[in-house]
C-alpha cells in the first residue's frame, strides 16, 4: 500500500510540474502577444504606431541635426553640392533642407495614402498600423533620394518650408488653446465646480506669478540697459498682452475666469523668452546668447531638450485631431479609430519643414554654429509674431461667440 501510495503521490507531482509548465509557456505566449516586438511586427495597434512614427521623426531630425554640425566634408564630395553658394557655409543648411525634404515626403506620402481612415481593420488602418519594414527602407531611401535632387529645386523647398513651418506653429497654437478652454470648461462645470475650486485658484495664482516672475527676469536678463529699446518694447507687450487677456476674460459678458489667461500667459512669457534667446549672440543686450555659444555640457544639454521638446509638441500636436473637427459631439463606436490618421501625418510633415527652420535659423543665407538651434533675428522676429498671434488667437475665441450671437440677432430681427 505505501508503495501505491507513494506512486500515486509521484504521478500526482509530475502531472502538477506539466501543468506549471503549460501555464508558465501560455503566459509567456500571451506576454509575447502584447510585447512591443509583436504588435511591431504584426501591427495591430494603432496607439503603439503613433509612438514608432515619433521615434522616426526623432531620428530623421537627429539625422539632419548629424549633416548640419558634422557632414560637411562629406557633403563636399556630392558633386550637385560642390556648386553650393556661399561655399562651405550652406553645405549645412543644403543638407539639412534635404534631409527634412526627405521627412517630410515620408509623412506627406503617409497623409495621402491614410487620409479619411474612420474604421479599424480596413485596408489603410492596416497600412498605418503594420507594414513597418516596408516604412524603415522607403524611410532610409527617402532620407538618401533628395541628395540626388538639383540645388534648385531644395532653394525652392526651403522657401516653401518657410510657410509649412507657419502652418504648423498655427496648428500648435490652436491644438494648446483648444486644451487650455477645454481645461477651464471643465473645472467650471457644475459636476467639478466646487470640488476643483481651491485648485483652480491655486493653479491660477501661480500661473500669474511665474509670469511675473518671469517677465521681470526678462527685463534684468535681456534689458539691462535703457538702450536696449528692441527688448524692452517685446517684455512691455508682452505684459500688454497679458492684461488684455485677462481684461477680456474677466468682461462680464464672457466671464471665462483667471485659469485660461493665466495658462495662455505662462505660453506667451515663454514665447517671448525663446524670442529673446534666439538673438544672435552679438547683441549687446543678449549676454546670455553670447555665453551659450561655448561647447560646453550646459548647452548639449539645453541643445538635446530643445530638439526633444520640438519631437514631443509635434506629435502631442499630432494625436489631437478632435480639436480641428467641426462636429466634435458625434458618438464614437468600438471600431472607429482612435485617432485621426491623415491629420496625425500632415502635422508630423509640416514638423519635417519646422525642424528644418529651427535648424538653419529660418534664413537659408547664415551660417548655424554648433549645438545651436533656432538662432538669429529671422527666428526671433518669427517668435514674436507667434506670440501676438496666440494672443489675438485667444482674444477671438473668446470673444466670437458674442459676436456670432449678435450677428444672429441681427439677422433675425
Not at 39 to 44: A, E, H, K, P, V
Not at 50 to 59: A, E, K, M, Q
Not at 125 to 153: A, E, R, Y
Request: aromatic share 16%; with cysteine.
Amino acid at each position: 500500500m505505501a508503495a501505491i501510495h507513494d506512486e500515486q503521490y509521484k504521478i500526482k507531482e509530475d502531472l502538477e510540474l506539466q501543468n506549471n509548465k503549460r501555464r508558465k509557456s501560455t503566459s509567456y505566449i500571451e506576454s509575447m502577444e502584447h510585447s512591443f516586438c509583436s504588435q511591431f511586427l504584426n501591427g495591430s495597434n494603432p496607439w503603439m504606431a503613433r509612438y514608432v512614427y515619433g521615434l522616426i521623426f526623432l531620428v530623421m531630425t537627429l539625422f539632419a541635426w548629424g549633416i548640419r554640425d558634422y557632414g560637411r566634408e562629406l557633403l563636399k564630395e556630392i558633386e550637385r553640392l560642390k556648386d553650393c553658394k556661399g561655399g562651405e557655409t550652406c553645405l549645412g543648411t543644403e543638407g539639412v533642407l534635404r534631409v527634412s525634404l526627405g521627412c517630410f515626403i515620408f509623412y506627406f506620402t503617409m497623409f495621402l495614402s491614410t487620409a479619411g481612415t474612420t474604421k479599424l481593420h480596413e485596408a489603410r488602418d492596416s497600412w498605418h498600423s503594420g507594414w513597418w519594414i516596408t516604412k524603415i527602407f522607403m524611410g532610409i531611401g527617402l532620407m538618401v533620394l533628395p541628395f540626388f535632387i538639383p540645388n534648385k529645386f531644395i532653394e525652392v523647398y526651403g522657401e516653401v518650408a518657410h510657410f509649412g513651418a507657419g502652418v504648423f506653429l498655427l496648428i500648435q497654437l490652436i491644438s494648446i488653446i483648444s486644451f487650455i478652454t477645454w481645461l477651464n470648461d471643465c473645472c467650471r462645470s457644475e459636476k467639478y465646480s466646487e470640488r476643483c475650486y481651491i485648485q483652480v485658484t491655486l493653479l491660477s495664482l501661480a500661473a500669474y506669478i511665474v509670469c511675473i516672475t518671469g517677465i521681470i527676469l526678462m527685463y534684468i536678463w535681456y534689458a539691462p540697459e535703457l538702450t536696449c529699446v528692441r527688448n524692452i518694447f517685446f517684455i512691455t507687450m508682452t505684459l500688454v498682452l497679458l492684461h488684455l487677456m485677462t481684461s477680456v476674460s474677466l468682461h462680464t459678458k464672457i466671464n471665462a475666469g483667471f485659469l485660461t489667461p493665466g495658462l495662455m500667459g505662462l505660453y506667451i512669457v515663454y514665447i517671448c523668452w525663446c524670442a529673446l534667446r534666439s538673438e544672435p549672440p552679438t547683441e549687446f543686450c543678449n549676454k546670455k546668447a553670447e555665453a551659450a555659444q561655448k561647447e560646453d555640457w550646459l548647452t548639449v544639454i539645453s541643445f538635446v531638450i530643445a530638439v526633444l521638446a520640438m519631437v514631443i509638441a509635434t506629435f502631442s500636436t499630432g494625436i489631437d485631431s478632435k480639436s480641428f473637427q467641426f462636429r466634435k459631439n458625434e458618438a464614437q463606436s468600438e471600431d472607429d479609430v482612435p485617432y485621426g490618421y491623415g491629420f496625425f501625418h500632415f502635422v508630423f510633415a509640416t514638423g519635417a519643414m519646422y525642424f528644418a527652420m529651427l535648424f538653419i535659423g529660418w534664413n537659408s543665407h547664415q551660417t548655424m554654429k554648433k549645438w545651436t538651434i533656432d538662432v538669429g533675428w529671422a527666428s526671433c522676429w518669427v517668435r514674436i509674431v507667434n506670440e501676438w498671434l496666440a494672443a489675438c488667437v485667444y482674444i477671438w475665441m473668446l470673444v466670437a461667440p458674442l459676436v456670432w450671437k449678435k450677428r444672429e440677432t441681427v439677422e433675425s430681427t
